[in-house]
């Protein structure tokens, strides 16, 4: 037996296990115990052999990952490093003894969110920047949710449901699910907290400056708005939403100086018409919250509700489609089976969806940070 044939000799056992030709070969090579021990040792494979470990490492750890940022994130460690370098004992307190606190601030190092100077530990320039994003802490902290429907996450993939996120998530059922005012408020902040970013990367990939009445249809407190209306100061501004979120946008119009060009209509998109007026009418992260068939039928009503040439704007995370993402296809789509309503899609499935009820001229604007938001432009004939 050659040397090939005996690095090979595990894998085929079963010359059927990966099929047949060039890439089967490959396949089974790299599922060969041998060949692995064998790739580990040759210069020419080791660093090949050592990416693909740390990856694997990486997919096996990411739970724990994510775990150790809660724990920062709940300890208001990235924060308080940014008043300068702290050590582990400046950093403990009564809900973290000193040497566990080194364990986390340890694990900082690991993530690149934290960086050793001396016997204290400093932000990096990742760590520092976090601090800036608008949502984030509020985004880590919700996901103690998610992570306990995801102790089963076969479960979460099979749609057994209940889940607990769909319980904190409750505008998505209708008007009859968001009527608790201490629950709206939860969802309608971190709503709003989270918003900024897809605010800001909607304004860059679409111009609304020729708009002449916007409306955001289930767009909550009016975070989207309210950053719309600051930036370009001509369209007149429209939102449709929920009765329970309607004090709290009243609110935030007054605020930012905007009550007199808002008007606020209350009411569900699943049970009322949308109001009429609007030439450009945006979707802000409603869709992925939805089944087919609930979006079909409010892509149908905006149709309605648009004069000749109205021009709807999606705006949502996307999955990559042919060419999967980890936000998209990963955090997203899971995210939406863990809701248990709506499923997170690509722009080519939105623009069918866009087709099919009656749209044309779409367009999908080369997006900044896809991981953010992505977006899908349609105009109605005439």
Request: proline share 6%.
């Amino acid at each position: 037996m050659t040397k090939a044939q005996s690095l090979n000799a595990p894998a085929t056992a079963n010359l059927g296990r990966f099929g047949s030709g060039p890439r089967a070969w490959m396949l089974r090579l790299a599922a060969s115990r041998r060949f692995q021990t064998w790739a580990a040792r040759m210069p020419v494979f080791a660093g090949q052999a050592r990416r693909e470990g740390e990856a694997m490492m990486g997919l096996i750890s990411g739970f724990v990952q994510s775990q150790c940022l809660f724990a920062l994130i709940e300890l208001d460690v990235l924060t308080r490093l940014s008043h300068g370098p702290q050590s582990a004992e400046d950093l403990s307190d009564a809900r973290m003894p000193a040497e566990r606190m080194e364990l986390l601030l340890r694990g900082a190092v690991a993530l690149g969110l934290v960086r050793m100077a001396g016997d204290r530990y400093a932000l990096t320039v990742r760590g520092a920047a976090s601090l800036a994003v608008p949502g984030l802490s509020e985004m880590v902290r919700h996901h103690k949710v998610l992570y306990a429907d995801l102790a089963d996450p076969v479960a979460v993939f099979r749609g057994d449901g209940p889940t607990a996120l769909a319980r904190f998530w409750p505008y998505v059922f209708g008007a009859d699910g968001a009527v608790d005012p201490g629950v709206t408020q939860t969802y309608s902040d971190l709503m709003a907290d989270s918003q900024a970013l897809v605010a800001e990367d909607t304004l860059r990939m679409v111009d609304f400056a020729d708009a002449g009445m916007i409306m955001d249809v289930g767009g909550g407190t009016g975070a989207f708005l309210t950053a719309l209306g600051r930036a370009v100061d001509g369209p007149r501004l429209h939102l449709f939403d929920l009765p329970a979120v309607v004090p709290g946008a009243e609110s935030r119009f007054r605020a930012a100086d905007l009550t007199a060009r808002v008007t606020i209509t209350p009411g569900s998109f699943r049970d009322d018409a949308l109001p009429q007026g609007a030439d450009t009418v945006t979707l802000v992260r409603v869709l992925y919250d939805h089944a087919d068939a609930t979006v079909r039928a409010l892509l149908a009503a905006v149709l309605d509700a648009l004069p000749p040439g109205g021009r709807i704007v999606v705006s949502e995370p996307m999955t990559g489609g042919d060419a999967p993402t980890i936000a998209g296809d990963i955090y997203f789509a899971t995210y939406c089976m863990a809701m248990g309503t709506g499923r997170a899609r690509s722009s080519n499935e939105i623009s069918a969806l866009l087709t099919d009820a009656g749209f044309e001229g779409i367009e999908v604007p080369r997006a900044p940070r896809p991981f953010v938001t992505s977006a899908v432009v349609a105009r109605k004939p005439g």
